[in-house]
């Protein structure tokens, strides 16, 4: 087989698997305690929400990635998850617990159960609460990752193709899997050592498991030499016997497990805990769909949460798990009798004592010394590695090292940690620096930092809500978006099918956009183009004692803009047309408004965010210079290239240079305290204005006005620039500017000062994705 | 005031007044019998329709334009109703009588008045019948031109902020108007002699009337010396007694109107029949709105329709309009008690002997000769011009012309044709001339050529179907189009708000479309791009043997593509990359699908027309050479520069050339009879490719198709490009090409071969202006 391999497919292809990944954890008060608050409501229906739900508790909450193509999407995506609760219990001030084993737990009834909606839900609750009778709620709390894999498209049929078989695709399928789950129940002993972070137990676990254990003080007790406890004897779902299924065959498994529930081992397929399932297309008729649709991809469960990684799960573990499934499948297989009481014994012996230094297992039915026998597996993984160039030297060597030198394992890393500290403190003390990591940056999307922020804004909140997510278009921004049904296609945040295909056009469109306002009855101000100065100066005499501004018809940065907001004589009109001929060949005479300028931005029927944008500036403080200050001010978290920041750092260029100079400044001048040095004429976010919101502040008259100029275009989505006089007053002098069509969101979700809009929401919300 | 023009107006915005025309005429056999047939349903409801109507019978077609603020905007609009009408008409085989006098008509009970619809409809026809039976039927199918004139509103505020007065603006326009009008009155006279043309009358029409008139033979009569019998005693609309209002202010006017009913001379004031008429805001409450609101524009009723042109008046006789209504203006006055009595005898004495060189009239009660007193108004006429530059000296000749040499009328003129031809036959050979000049442009626009063609042809139908028609934006190809409350901007014909703003995005990334298209089931050629040689050479054994098509990225008119339609081993396979890649920087590998390329236009949910693109060719007839079929091609009249034209005149160029080559040809060669040589590899239009309609011919299973592809966009104007092997065999292979989000409408609409497609009218449909 490997030589298909070596010989048709790539290095890529054959490492081109699909990856998904669910992740437990407990919410917890900042003390450790299990929260025991309900389920954040943001996140919706547990049963609808597919990326954020619950597993057995309301105060467990379940991450689940889609199913992806390589290592690096699905870790980025599982990051995304994991910031997006670590934010939003955050708010609550509660914190995700990093740790499988559970924080500090009260007595079973006080274990809160996971509610659930509608009948779904019935059953959901009915479950859970057998278990609770059957198992206890303490072991139920526990928490770890389940791994699911399955081999890709292009290396099954390309092997199936190749090999001179008689067997159909799915028998061909069936056969690959039933052999890789079989190889990984021989040796899954080594991903527990590898892999395991269950040294010690908090005090409030179950008694029983508690005093087989060392005591180290803090409310800890742990096992000398033990690697996870959630693998071994006080681990949490385990059949009340040993069960040993048939893995030979497909049917003979389903033929199995149906003797099982014949006998009253089971009640049904679901309970059979195993630490590799075979997974069927249906999961709500395991067996049947098993039988007629064969095994779609591989569950196991074996993996605990990685306390050291904020997901749970590293990614050189994630990479490794790749190349082993593949080993698995290369690597031989000898049959007898107790094959799989064998590979028992192994599991609970690393479970238990993996870093004992002379741990010796069963490998066919002699015992080796484990050492040996992880460095022999890992060797092979090494050469399967080396014969078909896959370059994954790197997480093969940390394994080797973990092996070699068991210091670097989790399991140890953490049991020096919780002598230490204790359970609690430790695990707090990660948490902790987990929701400052995922604090720091929470206007950015793991796994979307290439797309725009406002696409990140959104595809964060229909996350969060469990709105189903399907990236189309990268580059393009487009992203697909359902729920119950409903599909919609967004490109950049806001181009959606709630705007019809004129507004936009209507809107590029700047004469036309005069014309609609004005019909609708809404200020705009009148202005007149002139193509030369003869032209302009014969039309002069007509603009005496006005207020008008006169501008180039393209304006950069206010230059070559007169303003006569007292009126001008001819000779001061003639003088600005000039000056404004010096920076265009066509000039614009307008109506003066005075005022500052604010964007409106609307959604739907709503003004959902007014900013008024300021243009870069510094405030003293009587003792730093311009340059300090401006040096303090870009220190803000926001502060970046403003591409992928939501602002710009200010750069003291020759403009800028220019404009403090007329002002009979340099940056070397130290302003008096509190007073506002502007470094531009203009606003713009891009050459490092601020970003001041105004929402609560704008007279709710405005924001009327707004929303008439947006409905005249039949608008939907619209960002509406408006001169005002006084925006706290209604009877104030105003004039609409300019309206967009694909407006900003960035500089109002995440402004310089003020209140954060949340716009992912009333985004969602007017496309009718959520109500 | 003649010196605030001068000193405070440009001459283009003195010049710069309202202009609307209605133009009556009857619909008639081609045999000069009236029409018998209703009106053509396709122009609507004729109270709603606002541009073509009825007048008193239902086969008298009244155009009416909109105000326009140019002539040349007031003439091309009435071309366009005239070419509207009269392609309309034509495809019934009826004729638009060119002539203000009735063609052949019956007696009065065989004349059919005008039906309508609804309540208001009731009354018009009621009005109607009233008017039969007071006046008969025969006087009432005389036509004529209603000329209506406001002036400038710049116009009207210069003079009235300039001028020292205590006057509202309402009072100062209601004196300026009616002093407009009285001097009309005064002066009609000479509008009669310049631009009448009612010679002669056919013979059945009312008995007195010929009586009195001198029979030439062919069924027609004549006046010696007579210049318009519609302005004489045998006109149309005349009241039984003559009434002179009082014309001195408005509140006089309105004090002897309502004198006038309470004697019952008239029974209302619209019964009041005036050379010239005040218009009122509000014309349902001609009076009360006269009174309140002031006289809005003046509305002439002298002018003939002008045989000699297609849209019954000629645009010189606008543009001298245009200037002697500030003639008029400007023109003192001189009251006598008989003054309109006077005028009344004038009018008369014209009408009725105008072209008698020694006609004498009453100038202020002395007689004098007509021709000096007529050079005598024209020089003063001459002067304003002079004086304020406005450079209207053509038009004023073209007049003083008539005056001087009065076979240069259009009375004259006709009366010698139709002494010659009599009057039907004169009239049906203008009239025929008229649809063959109309049929010829019948896919431009007048008035709208510089708009795209597409554009055109929207507008063209909705002005057909009474559609209101607003032109928004020229360049951009804006139009709002209303009916009945309902408001739609369009662009570029197809741009509306049916559609939404993320369909056209998502269809313009082929990437996307594909994914979308797979998504909905459709089929679509399975393609892979390859960036470089090494890349593709190392992919291409798995395209051995399969039907594959090579091609570079972007190409152009077929070069560098190579068809593997058999399979390909992998030498060729090379040399197919090789050659792609000579093309571009990036080749396509796509599944190959053999047929031919047709384009589906789905508009809603209808696939309305389906076309097939053949590159440029000619068809062989044995003699001539290549380069001479090419010439009598692009005779065809739809063979232009393909952007004012449906279909390019083809070229040969070098690639042209290089192409025949390689077939061992020459422009020189001769081919077969029936031999068709193609001159090109590319099927586009714009290269003088030919449009073949298969509308008809296309089996119904790819239409569904098509308009399977259009719904999974939601896209309601669509253009899909579907390869097919046998287009009437609903097995057989096929792929969908691409798809358009701004189709073309143009060569459906008028296509090389098979039907014209009415595309205006499904577009109307589809954004719901008609059902």
């Not at 925006?727 to 500017?737: E, L, V």
Request: proline share 4%.
């Amino acid at each position: 087989m490997i030589e298909i391999l070596k010989n048709k497919m790539t290095p890529e292809s054959i490492l081109t698997a699909g990856f998904g990944v669910e992740r437990e954890g407990l919410r917890v008060t900042p003390q450790g305690k299990l929260a025991l608050t309900p389920h954040p409501p943001i996140f919706g229906d547990k049963l609808e929400n597919p990326y954020i739900t619950t597993d057995f508790s309301e105060s467990q909450v379940e991450l689940v990635t889609p199913v992806f193509y390589s290592v690096d999407e699905t870790y980025d995506f599982l990051e995304a998850l994991t910031d997006i609760v670590i934010g939003e219990i955050g708010n609550n001030d509660e914190l995700y617990w990093p740790y499988s084993m559970p924080c500090d737990i009260p007595d079973d009834e006080f274990i809160p159960i996971a509610t659930y909606q509608g009948e779904a839900g019935k059953k959901a609750r009915a479950y859970r609460e057998k278990l609770m009778a059957k198992y206890g709620g303490k072991r139920q709390l526990i928490s770890g990752i389940h791994y699911n894999f399955s081999f890709g498209d292009d290396f099954l049929t390309t092997i199936w193709q190749e090999s001179d078989s008689n067997e159909t695709y799915k028998e061909f399928k069936d056969r690959i899997y039933l052999k890789v789950l079989r190889n990984f129940l021989r040796y899954r002993w080594l991903i527990i050592y590898l892999m395991g972070c269950t040294p010690g137990l908090h005090s409030s676990y179950i008694k029983e498991c508690l005093e087989c254990m060392t005591d180290c003080g803090n409310d800890t007790r742990y096992k000398k030499g033990g690697i996870s406890a959630r693998n071994g004897s006080c681990s949490g779902y385990k059949n009340e016997i040993d069960l040993y299924p048939d893995y030979s065959s497909t049917k003979e498994f389903i033929r199995s497990i149906n003797e099982f529930v014949k006998r009253g081992d089971i009640s049904e397929a679901k309970e059979l805990y195993a630490q590799i399932r075979l997974k069927p297309k249906d999961v709500r008729n395991v067996l049947e769909s098993l039988e007629n649709d064969g095994i779609q991809y591989l569950e196991i469960r074996t993996i605990d949460l990685n306390v050291f990684d904020k997901c749970g799960i590293a990614k050189v573990d994630l990479e490794f798990m790749n190349i082993f499934m593949l080993f698995l499948l290369l690597e031989g297989e000898e049959f007898f009798e107790t094959w799989q009481q064998e590979a028992l014994i192994n599991e609970v012996a690393v479970a238990e004592s993996g870093l004992e230094p002379d741990l010796e297992l069963l490998d066919h039915r002699h015992w080796t010394l484990k050492t040996a026998w992880a460095e022999d597996i890992l060797d092979k993984v090494a050469e399967v590695n080396e014969y078909l160039n896959l370059n994954q030297d790197a997480c093969i060597a940390v394994m080797q090292q973990r092996v070699t030198n068991p210091e670097t394992t989790y399991a140890h890393r953490l049991k020096v940690l919780m002598q230490e500290k204790g359970c609690l403190e430790a695990n707090l003390e990660l948490a902790n620096n987990y929701k400052t990591q995922s604090d720091r940056d929470h206007y950015r999307l793991k796994g979307f930092e290439n797309w725009e922020m406002s696409t990140q804004i959104l595809i964060k909140e229909a996350l969060t809500r469990g709105v189903k997510v399907t990236p189309v278009d990268a580059a393009d921004n487009i992203v697909l978006l359902q729920k119950n049904g409903h599909k919609e296609y967004v490109k950049q945040a806001t181009k959606t099918s709630v705007d019809t295909y004129i507004t936009p056009l209507l809107m590029e469109n700047k004469v036309v956009t005069k014309k609609i306002l004005k019909e609708a009855g809404l200020p705009v101000p009148e202005g007149e183009e002139y193509f030369s100065f003869q032209e302009a100066k014969q039309k002069l005499p007509k603009y005496i004692g006005k207020k008008v501004v006169i501008k180039p018809k393209s304006t950069n940065f206010g230059l070559g803009i007169c303003i006569f907001d007292q009126g001008g004589n001819l000779e001061e009109l003639l003088e600005g047309a000039r000056i404004a001929f010096e920076h265009d060949t066509t000039i614009l005479i307008e109506d003066y408004i005075s005022g500052l300028e604010y964007r409106f931005l609307t959604m739907g029927d709503e003004v959902v965010a007014v900013l008024h944008r300021r243009p870069a500036n510094v405030v003293g403080d009587g003792v730093s210079t311009i340059q300090e200050l401006i040096d303090e001010k870009n220190k803000h978290p926001y502060r970046g290239d403003g591409h992928t920041s939501p602002l710009k750092k200010i750069e003291l260029d020759d403009q800028s240079i220019m404009f403090l100079k007329k002002q009979g400044l340099t940056n070397q001048s130290v302003p008096k305290k509190d007073e506002m040095i502007f470094l531009r004429g203009n606003s713009n976010i891009s050459t490092g204005g601020d970003s001041i919101d105004f929402t609560e502040k704008m007279h709710p008259h405005f924001s009327e006005i707004a929303l008439k100029a947006a409905k005249a275009f039949e608008a939907k989505f619209c960002g509406i620039d408006i001169i005002i006089e006084d925006c706290s007053d209604p009877n104030s002098a105003y004039g609409i500017i300019e309206l967009n069509f694909n407006p900003m969101i960035v500089m109002h979700a995440f402004p310089y000062e003020g209140q954060e809009r949340r716009l992912g929401y009333n985004i969602l919300k007017t496309i009718g994705l959520i109500n």
